[in-house]
Nanobody, 123 residues
Framework: QVQLVESGGGMVQAGDSLRLSCAAS????????VGWFRQPPGKEREFVAA????????YFGDSVEGRFLISRDNAKNTVYLQLNSLKPEDTAVYYC????????????????WGQGTQVTVSS
């Protein structure tokens, strides 16, 4: 059974930082690119960041470019999302997902999804 578990979310103040983790099990981790998506309350899910299987390529959504970083540790089957300079509009449930082949920014191209972790940013 494939399992993705996000962690590291919480409540922080504007300008603070968080590091989210996505731990995978039941899958050959290095066969997949990993993406992060978020869904603010009452809003549609949006692309945040993605990283290729080797970590050599990264992608970011326009709203987080320059503030967020994505990395992966294949030895730990874990991908990290570093959230810096957080803003209240970053408040959302953050999801990680695995993609074998497809467009990094398209949620429909991901095969497996985690349950999400809540990030709340207060002003």
């Amino acid at each position: 059974q494939v399992q993705l578990v996000e962690s590291g979310g919480g409540m922080v103040q504007a300008g603070d930082s968080l590091r989210l983790s996505c731990a995978a099990s039941g899958v050959t981790f290095t066969s997949y690119a990993v993406g992060w998506f978020r869904q603010p309350p009452g809003k549609e899910r949006e692309f945040v960041a993605a990283i290729s299987w080797s970590g050599s390529s990264t992608y970011f959504g326009d709203s987080v470019e320059g503030r967020f970083l994505i990395s992966r540790d294949n030895a730990k089957n874990t991908v990290y999302l570093q959230l810096n300079s957080l803003k209240p509009e970053d408040t959302a449930v953050y999801y990680c997902a695995l993609q074998h082949l497809g467009a990094p920014r398209l949620s429909a191209d991901y095969e497996y999804w985690g349950q999400g972790t809540q990030v709340t940013v207060s002003s």
